[in-house]
């Protein structure tokens, strides 16, 4: 049985962490692997700012040197942003995933332009940072948003008939601009992901699902990113690193 | 989820033998694939001799969308096209609501994944058009750092068998090349006929190297598993589908092979 670390970027408790972990029902999963849902130990509030981004790359940084430690075979991060990913790469030698850039390639591989489905206006510049850093910018036929304040622990939860129809509006928007394939911009959206399917004419990618799929297939073909691309720190530090997420942890708590 | 069983087609793109179809076969070997899936191998009627210019990239594609034209038809869940090349799935993509899985197109997207610039590994130069036209197709030029030949004629019936010694340090040469000189940080080769040389290259270089006959079967299983399939918005409709027309011109390609040199 191979085990692999779901980090998941607010520090959440059971019921909140319950809905996240919601999302390996949402596909058809090896039997042979075990998903555990861990959450980092602190972290920003919110997440529209480079403060918040700096933020959470230390936490997931934190939470993925645990799971190395601790002996997973594999690491997802379970934010389309993928904050912490490249520097857990540089860290660690099993798979380090996540979603967003995953779920961009992917779609590319169904159709020739992707376009974006955002939460709200001030989540669309971190996409553009990713489009920008995965050099994927002329390959997105668009970005949109539907407006609605991010929930990150409830999620969409009781609010789907009100959300819903917004999301699928910005996704017609989408396809008007070109997009063939939709990726929704957020793990925190899989629970509208089945609703859009049926409502919509163009493929609809699930970061979270699609990132543990990606997961068993670089396991069973005995792949990780290349340590080419992602070089390792001459000196790692990783008490440092936990010294800072246990002072933050500490610092929340007060 | 559902337990059902996912059959795939695979479709090899050149009419051979049982003992020259096993040496295709052995990829599944390759691949970890989880039980659930079924792998199912069927070959052209017709192919060109290999793939090196136009002509030969037209016959390659109407002989594999007549090969997968019924996929669906036949109870298969996905296609997978057993060449890099990507042949005729464009055209099938238009036909099928099934998956068609690309091998090139899925390789060198999965190799982004992994790192940031991918290096192509090939037998033969003149198959570079194969590479270039998907990069162009893709918009993805800039992300391949170089794509190098180890200059020999590629045995698409019978692969790298008995010619082991002699081609594998040289694959091994160009792959050194391609990431101490062009830059490659992971290595994508070229053609599923060299999946034979997958695992010795893997042992001796510090990159990744995608083997893509297998890592389609993978993304086959992938993509079923998600619920999805290639957009229909990329790939339209026709208005008249031409089902019997094709199958026809490769009934009538077949029976030409037989009556010339098929070489």
């Known amino acids: ?254 | 989820m559902s337990s059902d069983v996912f059959k795939v087609l695979v479709l090899v793109p050149f009419p051979m033998s049982s003992d020259q179809l096993a040496k295709r076969e052995e990829q599944r070997d390759e691949a970890n694939l989880p039980n659930d899936v079924q792998l199912h191998y069927k070959t052209t009627k017709a192919a060109p001799s290999n793939y090196v210019s136009a002509m030969d990239y037209v016959i390659a594609d109407i002989g594999l969308l007549e090969a997968g034209l019924h996929a669906e038809e036949d109870g298969f869940d996905a296609v997978c096209i057993d060449t890099v090349s990507d042949s005729g799935v464009a055209a099938l993509r238009s036909m099928l609501d099934i998956p068609v899985i690309a091998p090139g197109r899925t390789m060198f997207l999965t190799a982004l994944m992994l790192g940031r610039r991918f290096g192509v590994l090939s037998m033969w130069e003149r198959w570079f058009g194969l590479y270039e036209r998907t990069l162009r197709d893709l918009g993805i030029e800039d992300r391949c750092a170089g794509i190098r030949s180890i200059d020999t004629q590629p045995d698409s019936r019978n692969l790298l068998t008995g010619k082991e010694e002699d081609i594998l340090p040289l694959l091994h040469d160009a792959a050194v090349r391609l990431v101490e000189d062009d830059g490659a940080d992971v290595i994508c080769l070229g053609s599923t006929t060299m999946h034979q040389a997958h695992e010795y290259l893997q042992q001796r270089l510090p990159v990744p190297i995608l083997n893509p006959g297998p890592l389609s079967y993978l993304t086959a299983e992938t993509t079923l598993a998600l619920g999805l399939a290639q957009s229909r918005k990329a790939y339209p409709s026709p208005l008249v589908s031409k089902t019997d027309m094709i199958s026809e011109m490769l009934a009538a390609a077949a029976r030409s092979e037989q009556t010339t040199d098929p070489t």
């Open chain 1, 1 to 254: 049985m191979k085990r692999v670390a779901v980090i998941v970027p607010f520090a959440l408790g059971e019921a909140d962490l319950a809905r996240r972990r919601a999302q390996t029902s949402e596909v058809r999963l090896s039997a042979d692997i075990e998903y555990e849902f861990l959450p980092v130990k602190g972290g920003p509030s919110s997440f529209q700012s480079h403060h918040d981004w700096l933020l959470l790359d230390v936490a997931v940084l934190e939470a993925g040197i645990s799971a190395g430690e601790i002996g997973f075979d594999a690491v997802v991060v379970d934010t389309a942003s993928d904050s912490g990913v490249d520097a857990l790469r540089s860290v660690l030698d099993v798979p380090v995933v996540g979603p967003g850039r995953a779920s961009m390639l992917f779609a590319l591989t169904l159709g020739k332009r992707f376009g974006v489905l955002a939460q709200w206006e001030p989540a669309l510049a971190r996409v553009d940072k990713s489009l920008t850093e995965w050099g994927l910018r002329g390959h997105c036929a668009g970005v949109e948003h539907f407006d609605t304040e991010p929930d990150f622990e409830n999620l969409i939860g009781d609010k789907g008939a009100e959300v819903i129809p917004k999301m699928e509006a910005a996704c017609r928007r989408l396809i008007e601009s070109g997009a063939e394939v939709i990726c929704l911009g957020s793990t925190t959206m899989h629970e509208a992901h089945r609703f859009l399917v049926e409502r919509l004419p163009v493929p609809i990618i699930n970061p979270g699902p699609l990132s543990y799929k990606i997961v068993e297939l670089l396991l069973a073909m005995g792949l990780s990113h290349s340590r080419k691309a992602f070089p390792k720190p001459l000196v790692p530090k990783p008490e440092m690193i936990h010294a800072m997420l246990k002072s933050a942890a500490e610092g929340e708590s007060h």
